[in-house]
């Protein structure tokens, strides 16, 4: 196999755009010789700032929207996260007239069940940071070079395996709620913790989708 076929150097796109260089190099050379006074100013700088100026300039404008809802997002998980924890740890649902409810009354070790919280949360965290900062797999070069569909393809077996990890940080919170709600947690409180998740898990997919355009 050649560099050429094996890197993907050779393509339809780059042939199209050498050879519109090379013709227009032609037309000035030509121009040049039939006209004295040209001086190779042939660019409407109008059409210039529509095909170049305006696409850059939208661009980085939607790169920026990007930015802030992703920074959002975020924020919401960060806050939703450390209700739940809050929720796991400190709430009790004790009964004044009833001595051993809530917290008092159950068979677990509270702060063991706290421990287990925190700690996929936290482990929830390390693997949504390290798919956050992973490269984008989505540019021009992964479609249109062979090095870069490479590329691309190990790119897309990390976000996997972190993605299907992430989720199963989500199930291990859920299974703890049914512990929690085991030991006599209200139904109206596990709701509320159920649609705390379900929070978690959509502001998680929206990231993906954002970070992957």
């Avoid at 040049?32 to 300039?57: K, R, Y």
């Avoid at 085991?182 to 998740?197: F, S």
Wanted: a positive charge; aromatic letters at 6%.
């Amino acid at each position: 196999m050649s560099d050429v076929e094996k890197y993907g150097i050779l393509s339809t796109s780059i042939v199209v755009s050498k050879a519109s260089v090379l013709n227009n190099a032609l037309l000035n050379s030509n121009k040049q010789e039939n006209d004295v006074n040209f001086d190779g100013q042939i660019m409407n700088w109008v059409l210039l700032s529509f095909a170049v100026i305006t696409p850059m300039s939208n661009s980085i404008s939607m790169a920026f929207r990007r930015r802030d809802e992703a920074l959002r997002h975020i924020a919401d998980i960060k806050t939703t996260l450390w209700n739940l924890y809050s929720a796991h740890a400190c709430w009790d649902w004790s009964n004044a007239r009833k001595p051993n409810s809530g917290r008092a009354g159950g068979t677990i070790d509270w702060q063991d069940h706290g421990d287990h919280v925190l700690e996929a949360i936290v482990l929830m965290c390390q693997d949504l940071t390290r798919m956050l900062t992973l490269p984008n797999g989505s540019r021009a070069r992964h479609r249109v070079t062979g090095c870069g569909a490479v590329e691309a393809k190990k790119i897309m077996a990390v976000r996997l395996k972190l993605h299907r990890s992430i989720y199963r940080r989500q199930n291990m919170l859920t299974s703890l709620c049914e512990v929690f709600k085991d030991q006599g947690l209200p139904p109206n409180e596990a709701t509320r913790i159920r649609q705390w998740e379900r929070m978690v898990t959509q502001r998680i997919g929206k990231l993906e989708r954002s970070h992957h355009c």
